[in-house]
Protein backbone atom coordinates (compact mmCIF):
# COMPACT_ATOMS: atom_id res chain seq x y z
CA UNK A 1 0.00 0.00 0.00
CA UNK A 2 1.65 3.55 -0.84
CA UNK A 3 1.69 5.48 2.25
CA UNK A 4 -0.15 8.71 1.61
CA UNK A 5 2.10 11.89 0.18
CA UNK A 6 3.40 14.54 2.91
CA UNK A 7 1.87 18.04 2.10
CA UNK A 8 4.60 20.02 0.96
CA UNK A 9 4.40 23.46 3.85
CA UNK A 10 4.19 26.37 2.07
CA UNK A 11 7.15 27.72 4.36
CA UNK A 12 7.59 31.14 2.84
CA UNK A 13 3.75 32.03 3.76
CA UNK A 14 4.46 30.50 7.31
CA UNK A 15 7.97 32.40 8.10
CA UNK A 16 5.60 35.62 6.82
CA UNK A 17 2.59 34.48 9.50
CA UNK A 18 5.09 34.24 12.21
CA UNK A 19 6.92 37.87 11.04
CA UNK A 20 3.45 39.67 10.95
CA UNK A 21 1.99 37.91 13.81
CA UNK A 22 4.87 38.67 15.90
CA UNK A 23 5.16 42.07 14.78
CA UNK A 24 1.39 42.70 15.35
CA UNK A 25 1.98 41.57 19.41
CA UNK A 26 4.94 43.38 19.58
CA UNK A 27 3.12 46.74 18.36
CA UNK A 28 0.20 46.08 20.87
CA UNK A 29 2.70 45.00 23.54
CA UNK A 30 4.93 48.66 23.31
CA UNK A 31 1.70 50.21 23.09
CA UNK A 32 0.16 49.11 26.07
CA UNK A 33 3.61 50.29 28.04
CA UNK A 34 3.66 53.87 26.93
CA UNK A 35 2.63 56.08 29.74
CA UNK A 36 -1.04 57.58 29.00
CA UNK A 37 -1.04 61.43 31.01
CA UNK A 38 -4.49 61.92 32.99
CA UNK A 39 -7.31 64.24 31.52
CA UNK A 40 -7.18 66.46 34.35
CA UNK A 41 -8.73 69.66 34.70
CA UNK A 42 -6.44 73.09 34.21
CA UNK A 43 -7.84 74.41 37.08
CA UNK A 44 -6.76 71.19 39.33
CA UNK A 45 -2.98 72.35 39.42
CA UNK A 46 -1.25 74.98 39.66
CA UNK A 47 0.04 76.89 36.30
CA UNK A 48 3.61 77.29 38.16
CA UNK A 49 4.57 73.97 38.04
CA UNK A 50 5.18 74.73 34.01
CA UNK A 51 7.86 77.06 35.11
CA UNK A 52 10.88 75.92 33.27
CA UNK A 53 9.27 74.10 30.49
CA UNK A 54 8.74 74.97 27.30
CA UNK A 55 6.19 73.12 24.87
CA UNK A 56 7.55 72.98 21.06
CA UNK A 57 4.44 71.75 18.72
CA UNK A 58 3.94 71.49 15.11
CA UNK A 59 2.16 73.56 12.81
CA UNK A 60 -1.14 73.47 13.48
CA UNK A 61 -1.07 72.07 16.67
CA UNK A 62 -2.33 73.64 20.19
CA UNK A 63 -2.25 71.85 23.57
CA UNK A 64 -4.07 73.26 26.19
CA UNK A 65 -3.13 73.90 29.69
CA UNK A 66 -4.64 71.03 30.86
CA UNK A 67 -2.44 68.60 28.59
CA UNK A 68 0.53 70.91 29.49
CA UNK A 69 0.58 70.60 33.09
CA UNK A 70 -0.13 67.18 33.12
CA UNK A 71 2.73 67.12 30.77
CA UNK A 72 4.77 68.96 33.35
CA UNK A 73 3.79 66.89 36.16
CA UNK A 74 4.64 63.33 34.29
CA UNK A 75 8.10 64.69 33.51
CA UNK A 76 8.66 66.16 37.17
CA UNK A 77 7.75 62.85 38.69
CA UNK A 78 9.31 60.20 36.40
CA UNK A 79 13.06 62.47 36.33
CA UNK A 80 12.43 63.32 32.33
CA UNK A 81 14.09 66.63 30.93
CA UNK A 82 12.10 65.84 27.38
CA UNK A 83 8.93 64.17 26.74
CA UNK A 84 7.81 63.52 23.69
CA UNK A 85 3.93 63.85 23.44
CA UNK A 86 1.80 61.70 20.97
CA UNK A 87 -1.53 62.63 20.28
CA UNK A 88 -4.12 60.72 20.97
CA UNK A 89 -5.61 60.92 17.40
CA UNK A 90 -2.05 59.73 15.58
CA UNK A 91 -2.49 58.61 12.09
CA UNK A 92 -2.63 54.56 12.10
CA UNK A 93 0.90 53.69 10.05
CA UNK A 94 2.59 56.88 11.83
CA UNK A 95 1.64 55.22 15.21
CA UNK A 96 2.72 51.61 13.72
CA UNK A 97 6.29 53.37 12.41
CA UNK A 98 6.62 54.79 15.81
CA UNK A 99 6.00 51.59 17.86
CA UNK A 100 8.83 49.67 15.54
CA UNK A 101 11.30 51.96 16.59
CA UNK A 102 10.33 52.48 20.20
CA UNK A 103 10.42 49.87 22.96
CA UNK A 104 8.98 52.06 25.92
CA UNK A 105 10.88 49.49 28.17
CA UNK A 106 14.05 50.68 27.17
CA UNK A 107 14.05 53.81 25.93
CA UNK A 108 14.83 56.19 28.70
CA UNK A 109 17.63 53.61 29.66
CA UNK A 110 19.32 53.37 26.19
CA UNK A 111 21.70 56.24 26.58
CA UNK A 112 23.41 55.58 23.13
CA UNK A 113 19.63 55.20 21.48
CA UNK A 114 18.18 57.17 18.98
CA UNK A 115 15.52 60.27 20.45
CA UNK A 116 12.31 59.17 18.97
CA UNK A 117 8.55 60.57 18.73
CA UNK A 118 5.28 61.41 16.68
CA UNK A 119 6.69 64.92 15.05
CA UNK A 120 3.75 67.08 16.37
CA UNK A 121 4.58 68.00 20.37
CA UNK A 122 7.33 68.02 22.19
CA UNK A 123 7.91 69.35 26.39
CA UNK A 124 11.50 69.86 27.29
CA UNK A 125 13.76 71.66 29.80
CA UNK A 126 14.71 75.17 28.94
CA UNK A 127 18.26 74.51 30.31
CA UNK A 128 18.00 71.25 27.88
CA UNK A 129 16.92 73.83 25.23
CA UNK A 130 19.41 75.98 25.97
CA UNK A 131 22.86 73.38 25.77
CA UNK A 132 21.14 72.52 22.69
CA UNK A 133 21.35 75.90 21.13
CA UNK A 134 17.60 75.59 20.00
CA UNK A 135 15.53 78.76 20.44
CA UNK A 136 11.69 77.63 21.89
CA UNK A 137 10.29 80.52 20.45
CA UNK A 138 11.22 80.21 17.01
CA UNK A 139 8.90 80.11 13.83
CA UNK A 140 5.96 77.16 14.16
CA UNK A 141 7.75 73.91 12.31
CA UNK A 142 6.09 70.48 10.89
CA UNK A 143 6.63 67.07 11.71
CA UNK A 144 9.97 66.60 10.34
CA UNK A 145 11.29 69.13 12.19
CA UNK A 146 10.23 68.38 15.56
CA UNK A 147 11.91 64.84 14.60
CA UNK A 148 14.99 66.01 14.41
CA UNK A 149 14.46 67.92 17.68
CA UNK A 150 13.27 65.38 19.34
CA UNK A 151 16.54 63.03 18.25
CA UNK A 152 18.49 65.95 19.05
CA UNK A 153 17.77 66.77 22.69
CA UNK A 154 17.61 62.91 23.73
CA UNK A 155 21.82 63.66 23.13
CA UNK A 156 21.49 66.58 25.57
CA UNK A 157 18.94 64.74 27.89
CA UNK A 158 20.50 61.17 27.55
CA UNK A 159 19.12 59.43 30.41
CA UNK A 160 16.01 61.63 31.06
CA UNK A 161 14.09 61.36 27.59
CA UNK A 162 10.82 60.15 27.55
CA UNK A 163 7.47 59.71 25.79
CA UNK A 164 3.87 59.67 26.42
CA UNK A 165 0.55 59.48 24.72
CA UNK A 166 -1.52 63.02 25.42
CA UNK A 167 -5.52 61.55 24.99
CA UNK A 168 -6.35 65.04 25.00
CA UNK A 169 -3.80 66.82 22.06
CA UNK A 170 -4.91 66.33 18.30
CA UNK A 171 -2.51 66.41 15.74
CA UNK A 172 -6.16 66.82 13.60
CA UNK A 173 -6.36 65.96 9.95
CA UNK A 174 -2.93 65.90 8.83
CA UNK A 175 -2.06 64.74 5.02
CA UNK A 176 -0.59 61.41 4.07
CA UNK A 177 2.99 61.93 4.66
CA UNK A 178 4.01 60.55 1.54
CA UNK A 179 6.85 61.26 -1.21
CA UNK A 180 9.15 64.09 -0.24
CA UNK A 181 7.33 64.65 2.99
CA UNK A 182 7.78 61.18 4.42
CA UNK A 183 11.38 61.18 2.90
CA UNK A 184 11.90 64.18 4.19
CA UNK A 185 10.50 62.72 7.92
CA UNK A 186 12.63 59.39 7.75
CA UNK A 187 16.12 61.64 7.15
CA UNK A 188 14.58 63.46 10.02
CA UNK A 189 15.36 60.11 12.05
CA UNK A 190 18.53 59.01 10.54
CA UNK A 191 16.69 56.65 8.18
CA UNK A 192 17.32 55.97 4.59
CA UNK A 193 14.19 56.68 3.23
CA UNK A 194 15.53 54.73 -0.27
CA UNK A 195 16.73 51.96 1.23
CA UNK A 196 13.20 51.25 3.28
CA UNK A 197 11.36 52.27 0.09
CA UNK A 198 12.84 49.41 -1.25
CA UNK A 199 12.48 46.80 1.37
CA UNK A 200 8.66 47.92 1.17
CA UNK A 201 8.24 47.11 -2.19
CA UNK A 202 10.37 43.97 -1.83
CA UNK A 203 7.63 42.94 1.08
CA UNK A 204 5.07 43.88 -0.95
CA UNK A 205 5.75 42.21 -4.02
CA UNK A 206 6.58 38.81 -1.70
CA UNK A 207 3.34 39.02 -0.25
CA UNK A 208 1.36 39.40 -3.55
CA UNK A 209 3.68 36.75 -4.40
CA UNK A 210 2.63 34.37 -1.79
CA UNK A 211 -1.03 35.12 -2.49
CA UNK A 212 -0.74 34.07 -6.17
CA UNK A 213 1.03 30.65 -5.46
CA UNK A 214 0.31 29.57 -1.76
CA UNK A 215 -3.20 29.84 -1.89
CA UNK A 216 -5.04 29.72 1.44
CA UNK A 217 -1.93 30.38 3.31
CA UNK A 218 -0.41 33.21 1.20
CA UNK A 219 -4.20 34.65 1.67
CA UNK A 220 -3.49 34.76 5.31
CA UNK A 221 -0.50 35.92 5.12
CA UNK A 222 -2.11 38.77 3.25
CA UNK A 223 -5.07 38.83 5.07
CA UNK A 224 -2.64 39.56 8.35
CA UNK A 225 -0.87 42.53 6.66
CA UNK A 226 -4.03 44.00 5.68
CA UNK A 227 -5.75 43.99 9.08
CA UNK A 228 -2.43 44.63 11.30
CA UNK A 229 -3.44 48.39 12.10
CA UNK A 230 -6.64 47.20 13.12
CA UNK A 231 -5.86 44.42 15.12
CA UNK A 232 -2.58 46.57 16.82
CA UNK A 233 -4.55 50.12 17.82
CA UNK A 234 -7.94 49.01 17.43
CA UNK A 235 -8.93 47.57 20.40
CA UNK A 236 -11.23 48.56 23.36
CA UNK A 237 -8.48 49.41 25.53
CA UNK A 238 -6.18 50.86 23.52
CA UNK A 239 -5.24 54.28 24.45
CA UNK A 240 -4.53 55.62 20.57
CA UNK A 241 -7.70 56.34 18.78
CA UNK A 242 -6.45 57.17 14.94
CA UNK A 243 -9.04 59.15 13.48
CA UNK A 244 -8.11 57.03 10.15
CA UNK A 245 -8.21 53.47 11.86
CA UNK A 246 -10.90 52.16 9.58
CA UNK A 247 -9.76 54.17 6.15
CA UNK A 248 -5.99 52.85 6.86
CA UNK A 249 -7.26 48.99 7.24
CA UNK A 250 -9.15 48.93 4.17
CA UNK A 251 -6.64 50.76 1.95
CA UNK A 252 -3.64 49.77 3.27
CA UNK A 253 -2.00 47.49 0.28
CA UNK A 254 -2.82 50.08 -1.80
CA UNK A 255 -1.74 53.19 0.28
CA UNK A 256 1.22 51.12 1.69
CA UNK A 257 1.98 50.71 -2.12
CA UNK A 258 1.54 54.17 -3.47
CA UNK A 259 3.92 55.31 -0.25
CA UNK A 260 6.69 53.35 -1.43
CA UNK A 261 6.36 54.58 -4.66
CA UNK A 262 6.68 58.20 -4.31
CA UNK A 263 8.93 57.85 -1.76
CA UNK A 264 11.71 55.64 -3.71
CA UNK A 265 11.27 58.55 -6.43
CA UNK A 266 11.57 61.18 -3.56
CA UNK A 267 14.75 59.87 -2.48
CA UNK A 268 16.01 59.83 -5.69
CA UNK A 269 15.69 63.02 -6.59
CA UNK A 270 17.06 64.22 -2.79
CA UNK A 271 20.26 62.49 -3.48
CA UNK A 272 21.04 65.58 -6.47
CA UNK A 273 19.92 68.03 -4.00
CA UNK A 274 21.65 67.47 -0.98
CA UNK A 275 25.08 67.41 -3.53
CA UNK A 276 27.43 70.42 -1.38
CA UNK A 277 28.65 71.88 -4.51
CA UNK A 278 30.89 73.88 -2.13
CA UNK A 279 32.14 70.89 -0.61
CA UNK A 280 32.90 69.28 -3.92
CA UNK A 281 34.99 72.66 -4.57
CA UNK A 282 37.38 72.58 -1.71
CA UNK A 283 38.30 69.04 -2.59
CA UNK A 284 38.83 69.77 -6.35
CA UNK A 285 41.40 72.31 -5.25
CA UNK A 286 43.30 70.24 -2.82
CA UNK A 287 43.41 67.25 -5.64
CA UNK A 288 44.33 70.04 -8.14
CA UNK A 289 47.91 70.02 -6.11
CA UNK A 290 48.21 66.37 -6.44
CA UNK A 291 48.76 63.36 -3.84
CA UNK A 292 51.93 62.99 -3.19
CA UNK A 293 52.20 65.55 -0.35
CA UNK A 294 49.96 63.38 1.81
CA UNK A 295 52.52 60.71 1.84
CA UNK A 296 55.63 61.04 4.18
CA UNK A 297 59.18 59.38 2.38
CA UNK A 298 58.87 55.49 3.28
CA UNK A 299 61.05 54.57 5.91
CA UNK A 300 63.32 51.58 5.98
CA UNK A 301 63.05 50.27 9.02
CA UNK A 302 60.21 49.29 11.76
CA UNK A 303 59.19 51.87 13.95
CA UNK A 304 58.43 49.54 17.01
CA UNK A 305 61.76 47.48 16.74
CA UNK A 306 64.21 48.99 14.61
CA UNK A 307 64.51 45.75 12.20
CA UNK A 308 64.94 46.57 8.36
CA UNK A 309 63.32 43.29 8.10
CA UNK A 310 60.05 44.58 6.26
CA UNK A 311 57.68 43.00 4.04
CA UNK A 312 54.66 44.02 2.35
CA UNK A 313 51.43 43.00 4.14
CA UNK A 314 48.85 44.33 2.21
CA UNK A 315 48.34 47.10 -0.36
CA UNK A 316 44.99 48.88 -0.88
CA UNK A 317 42.96 51.77 -2.01
CA UNK A 318 40.57 53.44 0.29
CA UNK A 319 37.61 51.58 0.20
CA UNK A 320 36.26 53.20 3.25
CA UNK A 321 35.52 56.90 1.46
CA UNK A 322 36.98 56.60 -2.33
CA UNK A 323 38.99 58.92 -1.95
CA UNK A 324 42.18 58.45 -4.17
CA UNK A 325 45.67 56.85 -3.74
CA UNK A 326 47.20 53.43 -2.74
CA UNK A 327 47.94 52.33 0.72
CA UNK A 328 50.46 49.51 2.04
CA UNK A 329 51.04 48.04 5.50
CA UNK A 330 54.32 46.40 5.87
CA UNK A 331 54.67 43.62 8.27
CA UNK A 332 57.99 43.75 10.44
CA UNK A 333 59.42 40.01 10.30
CA UNK A 334 61.14 40.09 13.61
CA UNK A 335 58.91 41.97 16.02
CA UNK A 336 55.22 41.01 13.83
CA UNK A 337 54.45 44.76 13.97
CA UNK A 338 52.36 45.77 11.44
CA UNK A 339 52.60 49.93 9.67
CA UNK A 340 51.98 52.12 7.27
CA UNK A 341 54.48 52.55 4.79
CA UNK A 342 55.23 55.37 3.81
CA UNK A 343 52.35 56.26 6.57
CA UNK A 344 50.12 59.34 5.76
CA UNK A 345 51.43 62.95 6.26
CA UNK A 346 49.80 65.96 8.53
CA UNK A 347 48.17 66.98 5.12
CA UNK A 348 47.28 63.67 4.69
CA UNK A 349 45.77 62.90 7.90
CA UNK A 350 43.34 65.89 7.84
CA UNK A 351 42.56 64.86 3.94
CA UNK A 352 41.43 61.38 4.58
CA UNK A 353 39.55 62.28 8.18
CA UNK A 354 37.63 65.04 6.44
CA UNK A 355 34.15 63.92 6.13
CA UNK A 356 34.28 60.58 8.09
CA UNK A 357 33.94 61.55 11.50
CA UNK A 358 32.06 64.83 11.21
CA UNK A 359 31.04 67.17 8.32
CA UNK A 360 29.17 64.91 5.58
CA UNK A 361 29.73 61.26 7.72
CA UNK A 362 29.26 62.40 11.08
CA UNK A 363 25.40 61.72 10.99
CA UNK A 364 26.68 58.06 9.48
CA UNK A 365 29.49 57.62 12.59
CA UNK A 366 27.29 58.64 15.41
CA UNK A 367 24.64 55.96 14.14
CA UNK A 368 27.19 53.46 13.82
CA UNK A 369 28.75 54.22 17.14
CA UNK A 370 25.30 54.95 18.92
CA UNK A 371 25.15 50.54 18.63
CA UNK A 372 27.85 49.88 20.40
CA UNK A 373 26.39 50.18 23.81
CA UNK A 374 26.43 46.80 24.38
CA UNK A 375 30.49 47.06 24.17
CA UNK A 376 30.98 50.37 25.47
CA UNK A 377 29.84 48.81 28.77
CA UNK A 378 31.78 45.94 28.15
CA UNK A 379 34.82 47.59 28.21
CA UNK A 380 33.58 49.70 31.45
CA UNK A 381 32.69 46.33 32.99
CA UNK A 382 36.18 44.63 32.52
CA UNK A 383 37.34 47.34 35.55
CA UNK A 384 34.68 45.76 37.76
CA UNK A 385 37.16 43.30 39.58
CA UNK A 386 39.65 45.46 40.27
CA UNK A 387 37.75 48.67 41.88
CA UNK A 388 35.86 49.04 44.74
CA UNK A 389 31.59 49.45 44.40
CA UNK A 390 31.52 53.22 43.93
CA UNK A 391 33.69 52.62 41.14
CA UNK A 392 36.96 55.38 39.93
CA UNK A 393 36.63 58.56 40.72
CA UNK A 394 38.22 59.64 37.38
CA UNK A 395 38.59 58.46 34.04
CA UNK A 396 40.17 60.08 30.98
CA UNK A 397 38.57 58.07 27.25
CA UNK A 398 41.31 59.18 24.91
CA UNK A 399 40.31 59.07 21.25
CA UNK A 400 36.85 59.34 22.93
CA UNK A 401 35.39 60.76 19.64
CA UNK A 402 31.86 62.13 19.97
CA UNK A 403 31.94 60.69 23.66
CA UNK A 404 29.96 57.34 23.21
CA UNK A 405 32.04 55.49 25.44
CA UNK A 406 31.64 58.01 28.17
CA UNK A 407 28.00 58.63 27.76
CA UNK A 408 27.82 54.97 27.85
CA UNK A 409 29.74 53.98 31.01
CA UNK A 410 28.08 56.08 33.21
CA UNK A 411 25.43 53.11 33.35
CA UNK A 412 27.75 51.35 35.34
CA UNK A 413 30.13 53.90 36.97
CA UNK A 414 27.63 56.07 37.63
CA UNK A 415 29.45 58.83 40.01
CA UNK A 416 32.68 58.76 38.17
CA UNK A 417 34.27 61.90 36.33
CA UNK A 418 34.41 61.41 32.63
CA UNK A 419 36.61 63.23 30.39
CA UNK A 420 37.23 63.09 26.69
CA UNK A 421 40.59 64.00 24.46
CA UNK A 422 40.20 63.97 20.66
CA UNK A 423 41.17 65.92 17.80
CA UNK A 424 38.09 66.18 16.33
CA UNK A 425 35.90 68.96 16.97
CA UNK A 426 33.42 66.43 18.50
CA UNK A 427 34.60 66.23 21.63
CA UNK A 428 33.73 69.96 22.26
CA UNK A 429 30.14 68.63 21.12
CA UNK A 430 30.35 65.86 23.77
CA UNK A 431 31.16 68.55 26.70
CA UNK A 432 27.96 70.48 25.46
CA UNK A 433 25.94 67.18 25.46
CA UNK A 434 26.74 66.88 29.31
CA UNK A 435 28.66 63.28 27.73
CA UNK A 436 31.85 64.25 29.20
CA UNK A 437 32.64 66.36 31.99
CA UNK A 438 35.72 68.35 30.12
CA UNK A 439 36.70 67.41 26.83
CA UNK A 440 39.96 68.04 25.24
CA UNK A 441 41.20 69.26 21.92
CA UNK A 442 44.17 68.26 20.81
CA UNK A 443 47.02 65.28 20.64
CA UNK A 444 47.33 63.49 23.89
CA UNK A 445 51.09 63.90 24.61
CA UNK A 446 50.54 67.33 24.15
CA UNK A 447 48.17 67.60 27.47
CA UNK A 448 50.58 64.88 29.16
CA UNK A 449 52.49 67.69 31.63
CA UNK A 450 49.06 69.31 32.09
CA UNK A 451 47.28 66.72 33.12
CA UNK A 452 49.79 64.80 34.63
CA UNK A 453 48.73 62.43 37.63
CA UNK A 454 45.64 63.43 37.42
CA UNK A 455 43.52 60.10 36.17
CA UNK A 456 42.58 56.97 37.98
CA UNK A 457 42.02 55.43 34.68
CA UNK A 458 42.51 56.18 31.38
CA UNK A 459 40.93 54.58 27.86
CA UNK A 460 42.43 53.74 24.54
CA UNK A 461 39.70 51.84 23.00
CA UNK A 462 40.58 51.77 19.09
CA UNK A 463 42.76 54.69 19.43
CA UNK A 464 46.23 53.43 19.48
CA UNK A 465 46.60 52.03 15.48
CA UNK A 466 45.40 55.56 14.62
CA UNK A 467 48.32 57.49 16.02
CA UNK A 468 51.80 58.28 14.52
CA UNK A 469 53.64 57.70 16.90
CA UNK A 470 51.68 54.69 19.46
CA UNK A 471 54.82 54.44 22.21
CA UNK A 472 54.55 58.19 22.75
CA UNK A 473 51.07 57.89 23.57
CA UNK A 474 51.85 54.84 25.92
CA UNK A 475 54.34 57.82 27.67
CA UNK A 476 51.41 59.78 27.75
CA UNK A 477 48.96 57.73 29.35
CA UNK A 478 51.91 56.85 32.26
CA UNK A 479 52.47 60.65 32.28
CA UNK A 480 48.40 61.49 33.29
CA UNK A 481 47.55 58.54 35.48
CA UNK A 482 48.12 58.18 39.39
CA UNK A 483 50.58 55.43 40.91
CA UNK A 484 48.44 52.55 41.07
CA UNK A 485 46.05 53.76 38.31
CA UNK A 486 44.51 51.77 35.54
CA UNK A 487 44.70 51.97 31.76
CA UNK A 488 42.60 50.45 29.90
CA UNK A 489 43.67 49.14 25.52
CA UNK A 490 41.49 47.76 22.74
CA UNK A 491 42.84 47.65 19.53
CA UNK A 492 42.84 45.20 16.19
CA UNK A 493 44.72 42.33 16.55
CA UNK A 494 47.19 41.99 13.18
CA UNK A 495 47.78 38.34 14.13
CA UNK A 496 43.55 37.11 13.32
CA UNK A 497 43.22 34.49 11.30
CA UNK A 498 40.66 36.55 9.22
CA UNK A 499 43.56 38.68 8.51
CA UNK A 500 44.47 35.82 5.83
CA UNK A 501 41.61 35.10 4.82
CA UNK A 502 39.87 38.00 4.18
CA UNK A 503 42.92 39.90 2.88
CA UNK A 504 42.41 43.33 1.53
CA UNK A 505 38.64 43.14 2.29
CA UNK A 506 39.46 42.67 5.72
CA UNK A 507 37.82 45.55 7.96
CA UNK A 508 40.41 46.12 10.63
CA UNK A 509 43.31 46.78 8.22
CA UNK A 510 41.37 50.25 7.72
CA UNK A 511 43.38 52.18 5.40
CA UNK A 512 44.17 54.72 5.17
CA UNK A 513 43.26 55.47 8.78
CA UNK A 514 45.07 53.00 10.34
CA UNK A 515 48.55 53.28 10.76
CA UNK A 516 50.49 50.65 13.18
CA UNK A 517 48.34 47.08 13.88
CA UNK A 518 50.57 46.29 17.34
CA UNK A 519 50.74 42.36 18.31
CA UNK A 520 49.60 41.65 21.41
CA UNK A 521 53.22 40.75 22.56
CA UNK A 522 54.73 43.79 21.37
CA UNK A 523 51.78 45.77 23.59
CA UNK A 524 52.53 43.59 26.66
CA UNK A 525 56.38 44.34 26.88
CA UNK A 526 55.59 48.02 25.84
CA UNK A 527 53.52 48.55 29.17
CA UNK A 528 55.73 46.52 31.00
CA UNK A 529 59.13 48.62 30.33
CA UNK A 530 56.79 51.79 31.59
CA UNK A 531 56.37 50.61 35.07
CA UNK A 532 53.23 49.05 33.94
CA UNK A 533 51.65 45.30 35.45
CA UNK A 534 49.27 43.72 32.96
CA UNK A 535 45.72 42.77 34.91
CA UNK A 536 43.80 41.46 32.68
CA UNK A 537 43.79 40.29 28.63
CA UNK A 538 40.86 39.33 26.40
CA UNK A 539 40.42 38.38 23.04
CA UNK A 540 37.53 36.99 22.63
CA UNK A 541 35.34 39.30 24.83
CA UNK A 542 36.53 42.12 22.57
CA UNK A 543 35.90 40.47 18.65
CA UNK A 544 33.96 42.95 16.80
CA UNK A 545 31.21 40.75 14.76
CA UNK A 546 31.90 42.34 11.46
CA UNK A 547 34.02 40.74 9.38
CA UNK A 548 32.41 39.10 6.86
CA UNK A 549 29.61 42.27 6.78
CA UNK A 550 32.65 44.59 6.09
CA UNK A 551 34.17 42.84 3.65
CA UNK A 552 31.28 42.56 1.61
CA UNK A 553 30.86 46.13 1.99
CA UNK A 554 34.44 46.99 1.06
CA UNK A 555 34.07 44.65 -1.93
CA UNK A 556 30.64 46.77 -2.63
CA UNK A 557 32.15 49.93 -2.09
CA UNK A 558 35.39 48.95 -4.37
CA UNK A 559 33.21 47.57 -6.98
CA UNK A 560 30.84 50.97 -7.25
CA UNK A 561 31.92 54.19 -5.16
CA UNK A 562 29.21 56.41 -4.39
CA UNK A 563 28.66 58.07 -7.20
CA UNK A 564 27.83 61.25 -5.03
CA UNK A 565 31.04 61.51 -3.14
CA UNK A 566 32.08 65.22 -3.57
CA UNK A 567 36.04 64.29 -3.88
CA UNK A 568 35.18 62.13 -7.00
CA UNK A 569 34.45 62.68 -10.65
CA UNK A 570 30.37 64.50 -11.52
CA UNK A 571 28.22 61.80 -10.77
CA UNK A 572 26.70 60.28 -14.45
CA UNK A 573 23.75 58.02 -14.87
CA UNK A 574 25.89 55.18 -15.94
CA UNK A 575 27.87 55.37 -12.35
CA UNK A 576 24.28 55.73 -10.28
CA UNK A 577 22.72 52.95 -12.16
CA UNK A 578 25.94 50.82 -11.32
CA UNK A 579 25.85 51.49 -7.68
CA UNK A 580 22.09 50.61 -7.97
CA UNK A 581 22.77 46.74 -9.09
CA UNK A 582 25.95 46.39 -6.92
CA UNK A 583 23.75 47.47 -4.20
CA UNK A 584 20.74 45.71 -4.80
CA UNK A 585 22.98 42.20 -5.63
CA UNK A 586 25.18 42.76 -2.18
CA UNK A 587 21.55 42.11 -0.14
CA UNK A 588 21.90 38.45 -0.27
CA UNK A 589 25.85 38.84 0.30
CA UNK A 590 24.85 41.01 3.07
CA UNK A 591 22.53 38.48 4.73
CA UNK A 592 24.87 35.91 4.54
CA UNK A 593 27.24 37.56 5.85
CA UNK A 594 25.35 38.90 8.86
CA UNK A 595 24.81 34.82 9.38
CA UNK A 596 28.76 34.09 9.46
CA UNK A 597 29.55 36.52 11.37
CA UNK A 598 27.29 35.59 14.47
CA UNK A 599 28.92 32.21 13.71
CA UNK A 600 32.17 33.51 13.90
CA UNK A 601 31.28 35.84 17.34
CA UNK A 602 29.92 33.12 18.96
CA UNK A 603 33.54 30.42 18.45
CA UNK A 604 35.36 33.65 19.44
CA UNK A 605 33.95 33.60 22.78
CA UNK A 606 34.91 30.27 22.91
CA UNK A 607 37.92 29.99 21.57
CA UNK A 608 39.07 33.68 23.05
CA UNK A 609 40.40 34.70 19.95
CA UNK A 610 38.69 37.42 17.89
CA UNK A 611 39.56 40.04 15.53
CA UNK A 612 40.49 42.43 18.54
CA UNK A 613 41.98 42.15 21.79
CA UNK A 614 41.62 44.87 25.25
CA UNK A 615 44.50 44.42 27.94
CA UNK A 616 43.72 46.84 31.61
CA UNK A 617 47.30 46.91 33.21
CA UNK A 618 48.02 48.83 36.70
CA UNK A 619 50.68 51.39 36.83
CA UNK A 620 52.97 50.18 39.87
CA UNK A 621 53.41 52.04 42.82
CA UNK A 622 57.37 52.91 43.08
Sequence with gaps: MTPPPIPRVPWTSVVLLAALGAGTVRAGRRLRAVPVLP??????????????????????????????????AHAEREGLRVLDLVPGDLAAERALGLLRLVDPARYRRDRLGEGRGAGFAVLAAEEVLARAGVDPDGPPSGPAELLALTRRLKEYAAGA???????????????????????????????????????????????????????RWGAAAAGLYWLQPYLALGGPR????????????????????????????????????????????AYRADLAAGTG??????????????????????????????KPGRFALERCEDCGHVFQNP???????????????DGRGGEGAGT???????????????????????????WLDVGTGHGHFCNAAREVWPQTRFDGLDMGDGVLGAERRG?????????????????????????????????????????????VLAPGGFLAVEVPDPESRMADLLGGAWLPWFQPQHQHLVPAVNLREALADRGFTVLVEEHGAAHQGNDFFGAV??????????????????????????????????????????VLDAVRSAAARVTDGGNAYRILARKDVR
Design 368 to 394: VFGRLGAAYRGRAEMLRAQVDAAGPES
Design 553 to 594: ALTAARLAPDPDRPWGPPATPRARALAGLVRVAALPCFAGAA
Design 161 to 215: TGLAIAPALSCGPQPEATGPARAAELRAQGLPPGALAAAQLAGLALLAGVVVRQG
Design 238 to 281: SPLRPADLARATAARPVRSLGAALRTAAAARRGRGEEADSGRAA
Design 39 to 72: VAPAEATGVPRAAGWRLLTARGVEADAATLLAAC
Design 435 to 479: WVETGYQGQFPEYASKLAGRYEVVSMYHYLEHTRDPLAELDAAAA
Design 343 to 357: RLSPEGLEFYYRDFY
Design 293 to 322: RFLEVRRPDCPWCGSGRLAVRVRVPDLLQG
